[in-house]
């Protein structure tokens, strides 16, 4: 099983930018899909992104379209979120996920593993 740790979390404030970084270890992150996944002080965990194994496809909430991309460097084993715009409903900490590709939709908010989680705190 793929173990993951999420870095670059911290205080922004808003209308700034933060990079997230995953690092995998354990598995090659090439066959799987990797996520985001958020969740806020007491509110359930919500999709943010995700991306398929290939890089060749990639799915975004609502909330953060436009304004968040996600990406990933297989030769690396690293998955990355760049979130720019931020606002203070972003404020949440961020967890990295992965699902073995081909299971299901790009848009699909099941994963299998996951990692710890980084704060973010954006700042009016």
């Known amino acids: 099983q793929v173990q993951l740790v999420e870095s670059g979390g911290g205080l922004a404030q808003a209308g700034g930018s933060l990079r997230l970084s995953c690092a995998a270890s354990g598995r090659t992150i090439s066959v799987y899909d990797m996520g985001w996944l958020r969740q806020a002080p007491g509110k359930e965990r919500d999709f943010v992104a995700a991306?398929?194994?290939?890089?060749?496809?990639?799915y975004y909430s609502d909330s953060v379209k436009g304004r968040f991309t996600i990406s990933r460097d297989n030769a690396k084993n690293t998955v990355y979120l760049q979130m720019n715009n931020l606002k203070p409903e972003d404020t949440a900490v961020y967890y990295c996920a992965a699902r073995p590709r081909f299971t299901t939709s790009i848009g699909s908010d099941k994963f299998d593993s996951w990692g710890r989680g980084t704060q973010v705190t954006v700042s009016s």
């Open positions: 991306i398929t194994w290939s890089g060749g496809g990639t």
